[in-house]
């Protein structure tokens, strides 16, 4: 799951989902508030590993992740590959109408464009990159 798309949230609260993500996360998966102010998209199987390790933790952890799981919503794509964001989410995440994709490697990020390009010229200063890549062994 990789790249950086622009699209418009219409004004039903519907997100096109572009070919090359859908094609990752398949037909159904969950989207959901994160720390940060985005959305965050996981696939069906990262979902449903990250319940499994909910499962197995104490009470007081799973609480601490409470948020995460009771804001989630379970999305299936309609015939146009749009999705339908819930008004909790694109008020916690404050998305109006255009909108980045990113793709993270491991889940998929909705942010307002705005907010975006503020985190990306941060983010991909050189030595945030050399980082990063070292992180990696790249």
């Given at each position: 799951m990789i790249g950086t798309f622009q699209h418009t949230i219409?004004?039903?609260?519907?997100?096109?989902i572009?070919?090359?993500l859908r094609d990752e996360l398949g037909?159904?998966?969950?989207?959901?508030?994160?720390g940060e102010e985005c959305l965050l998209i996981y696939s069906?199987?990262?979902?449903?590993?990250?319940?499994?390790?909910?499962?197995?933790?104490?009470?007081?952890?799973?609480m601490e992740?409470?948020?995460?799981?009771a804001s989630a919503s379970k999305c299936e794509?309609?015939?146009?590959?749009?999705?339908?964001?819930?008004?909790d989410l694109r008020?916690?995440?404050?998305?109006?109408?255009n909108v980045t994709i990113v793709g993270t490697g491991l889940y998929v990020q909705i942010w307002d464009?705005?907010?975006?390009?503020?985190v990306q010229d941060k983010e991909r200063k050189r030595e945030n990159i050399k980082v990063a890549m070292r992180k990696l062994n790249f």
């Open positions: 219409d004004a039903k609260g519907r997100l096109f572009p070919a090359r037909e159904k998966f969950y989207v959901t508030i994160s069906l199987d990262r979902w449903e590993s990250a319940l499994d390790k909910l499962k197995a933790m104490p009470l007081e952890d799973q992740l409470r948020q995460v799981f794509l309609d015939g146009q590959g749009r999705i339908q964001l819930t008004q008020e916690h995440a404050e998305l109006v109408k464009s705005e907010k975006y390009k503020v």
